[in-house]
């Protein structure tokens, strides 16, 4: 028992470094199991309130190379927001430089009358030295547990000054693997906090405003406890991917640029403009796809944003009741009830947790670590079956050490099949004993060489053992000339009485044929003596740390080792107690009888004597 709290506790550690600080190696695993799960949930209901104007290969080939004139888009703002009267539009491009005066005037006054949410991309690592480009601009908010930039790379300074008015930022932060899964909701720069970009269409959209005194964290509350993020990257949200990119409208600029967009498919949405084109190497890899436009990113989330049922609330069952419940049922079930149950136990807790996860998150809630629940449930069943089959293996070796002398090999493996510890803890336990010895063994002998003493009480006890174990006996021990054996233990026997009796009855055979062959050479017969009694004993592995042994105790062996000697006073072979005989038919009583070392007489019961062979079998005994 030990072992297993050992084990237990070990495991549990595993388990909770792997929920509050896992490592990297783990963050693989979990992001396997998310992303398999994230595209087979994936929707494919297109997204009516975003669409994607893209400058693509073809708009290139139309308008010329990036980077366009400033006018060229100015002049794409302005027709999205007068002409297709879009709600908000997003730009997931930023313009660090200035040009020309009247071509930089001219984006700035587009993206002031169209209110265009302009774009900045932090520098998370700090480089040397310090990344900062351009203008951040926009407004800002107190920074209350948010993501910190090091560096930046924004707007120039007449557009971030006196552009649109709003800020936003477009930069994730990739994982180990290079794929695109958290974006910090708001970000810390020089003690002032900027919305991601798709919190600040959202908040334009919702005529919120986000004016500065609003503290945008409670406005839009993002937990910490994302999946695979240790807590030392607070203000990090685990970008929804709740849509396939074939969900979303994308538009080529150069059609609204031409106007050979319907304007129903523009009117009223929220725009996001970035670029697909090759060379503006805004490509990113998430867990739908390896490689796609920068854009989607943002228009993930702010599909998110947009769907009132969405909440920040992890799904799923709490890690924190969740696991241990399971595990602990599971450590009971295997002790209990064996690997069968534990593998049963373990699939239906890990079907339920997969189920209700997908029901939560088809209900709007953000997906937790998948994996650990499940991987840590069979990861215990593993270990935990093969330490119970360790110790089963151990039990079994030590109950046939401890049997191998004593119990037939049919009983014997029954045994270790099934090994039970309890079965060697002394108990009290009714049983059958059987005593049997040679009759005028030492008068026999003193006329034999020492060598031929030992050869026949050899082959007598071989006869005497071998009725015992036929009958699924126990085999106590030899004494000089002499054997006891028992029934009802280790294994329970409902029959233990008829299965002694049943001994008895074959050692007499046993004898009578050793017998016939012993007159037929000029030997003297040989007659045994028998003696049974049932009763309540101390029955188990008893002994010392220097010797033991699997034995019985108690006034029912003494009664039988007495009947045996009666049973030879008597002129009988067989001589049984009222114990034993009380269910047992076709006994004959020889009324009460008195035993060595008692005062009261005691009844007692004889098999009758029946011809075998032509010979009666109590005179060739």
Known sequence: MVWRWVLWCGLSVIVAILAIRPPSWWNGVSYLWQDAAIKAWASSEPVESVVLVDIDEASLAMFGPWPWARSLTAQLVTRLKQDYDVETIGMDIFFPDTTNAAEDDALVTAARQSQAVLSVLW???GQQPPLAVGVVGGRSFAPVGVYRAQGYLGNYASLAEQGGGAVGHIAPVPDAQGIVRFMPPMVDWQDRAYPMLSLALFAQSQHKGLHPSVDANRL????????GLPFTLPGLWAIPYRYRDSAFTVVPAWQVLTAQVPPSLLQGKQVIIGASAMGLSDRVATPLA?????MMVHAQMLAALNTPTLSWRLAGPSWWWFLPVSLLGLAYLLMARGIRAGLLWVSAFSAGWLFWVAYDYAAGLQMPDIALPVVALWFWLVVQATLEWALVRRQSLRLYQLF???LPANVLQQLVRNPDAALLSPQQREVTVLFADIVGFTTMTERLSTQAAASLTRQVLSLLTKAVYEANGTLDKYMGDALMAFWNAPLSQANHRQLAVQAAQAMRSAMY????????????????RIGINTGEVLVGDLGTQWRHAYTVLGDAVN???????????LGEDVMIGEATAEELPNLT??????????????????????DIEGGSERVMA
């Open 559 to 569: 009664v039988a080792q007495r009947l045996m000697v009666a049973a030879a006073q």
């Open 290 to 294: 390896s490689i796609v436009p920068g």
């Open 513 to 528: 044929k050793l017998n016939q062959q012993r007159v037929l050479i000029g030997l003297a017969p040989i007659r045994i």
């Open 220 to 227: 839009y509350p993002f937990e910490d406890r994302q999946m």
């Open 404 to 406: 191998k002398d004593y």
């Open 123 to 125: 520098d998370y690592h």
């Open 589 to 610: 009583s020889v009324g009460e009888v008195f035993l060595l070392g008692r005062e009261k007489r005691v009844q007692a019961f004889v098999i009758s004597v029946t």
